[in-house]
């Protein structure tokens, strides 16, 4: 089954999550985020995305606003799967 995949457009803010600390990041715009299985280790309203191999937690109003869903048709619903 492929994962959700979201495309950005524009430069989002993003925690890198390294199990130590928490740090404050912008990912590109152009980066493909995949949708993580788990939930986001921060408080409600934040998604768990994988980017370049390392688990990030991106606001969920953010990744509307500034992503779109690159996945098949059928796995995006046609707009942003983020429930």
Known sequence: M???RFRLKAPTLA????GYEDILVTLPA???LERSVEPS???SGWLAVYWEGRQYSVYQEALASEGFCVSRQRDCGG???IH
């Open 79 to 81: 707009r942003m799967p």
């Open 30 to 32: 152009d980066a493909v």
């Open 15 to 18: 925690i890198l999550e390294t």
């Open 41 to 43: 280790a921060l408080s």
């Open 2 to 4: 492929m994962e959700t």
